[in-house]
Antibody, heavy 121, light 113 residues
Framework: EVQLVQSGAEVKKPGESLKISCKGSGYTFSNYWIGWVRQMPGKGLEWMAIIYPATSDTRDSPSFQGQVTISADKSISTAYLQWSSLKETDTAVYFC??????????????WGQGTMVTVSS | DVVVTQSPDSLAVSLGERATINCKSSLNVFSSANNKNYLAWFQQKPRQPPRLLIYWASTRESGVPNRFSGSGSGTDFTLTISSLQAEDVAVYYCQQYYYTPQTFGQGTKVEIK
């Protein structure tokens, strides 16, 4: 079974750093684009960035450039989303997603369970 | 960014009746290279991740009931639930995946009347 399993909920203070993870299983991790989607409390879905684990090629949204870093370690089938200095406005659920096929422009057919990140002083 | 706009924001439909959600992209998402529209539909129930229902505008994902159908081309698309069931209560999102950044509509909440 194809699965994305994300790391657990986090509670952080403004200014702190954070790295959340997403482990893929049941498929060849390197071959599929994997990415992150944000959902702020009570709000809709926002596409953040995707990465191709085989080459670490990335595509990202200007809305999130410079705010977060996406990375992947193909040796352990894990993707990451990282912040160097959190803000209260980063409070959201972050979903890990995988493309349905081998291209960067394919629908997200696999979703992780979500990681709740709470940033509060 | 490409703006994707859904209508209505919410709708209430009686059980067994048809529900229709519209989605409009600010740019054409049809590719003449492969004859495909880069448009997907997702269903999200409370406290769950979204679920892919439809991709390429009209292809149903495996396991999705055939009461869900997608149509449209270019900039205008529709998701239809032919006979609403209680388990279809959810928020529905469309997404264009042709342009980077990919963008979602704001969501449409479907409830039972």
């Amino acid at each position: 079974e194809v699965q994305l399993v994300q790391s657990g909920a986090e509670v952080k203070k403004p200014g702190e750093s954070l790295k959340i993870s997403c482990k893929g299983s049941g498929y060849t991790f390197s071959n599929y684009w994997i990415g992150w989607v944000r959902q702020m409390p009570g709000k809709g879905l926002e596409w953040m960035a995707i990465i191709y684990p085989a080459t670490s090629d990335t595509r990202d949204s200007p809305s999130f450039q410079g705010q977060v870093t996406i990375s992947a370690d193909k040796s352990i089938s894990t993707a990451y989303l990282q912040w160097s200095s959190l803000k209260e406005t980063d409070t959201a659920v972050y979903f890990c997603v995988r493309s349905s096929s081998l291209g960067a422009h394919d629908a997200f057919s696999v979703w992780g369970q979500g990681t709740m990140v709470t940033v509060s002083s | 960014d490409v703006v994707v706009t859904q209508s209505p924001d919410s709708l209430a439909v009686s059980l067994g009746e048809r529900a229709t959600i519209n989605c409009k992209s600010s740019l054409n998402v049809f590719s003449s290279a492969n004859n495909k529209n880069y448009l997907a539909w997702f269903q999200q129930k409370p406290r769950q991740p979204p679920r892919l229902l439809i991709y390429w505008a009209s292809t149903r994902e495996s396991g999705v009931p055939n009461r869900f159908s997608g149509s449209g081309s270019g900039t205008d698309f529709t998701l239809t639930i032919s006979s609403l069931q209680a388990e279809d209560v959810a928020v529905y999102y469309c997404q264009q995946y042709y342009y980077t950044p990919q963008t979602f509509g704001q969501g449409t909440k479907v409830e039972i009347k």
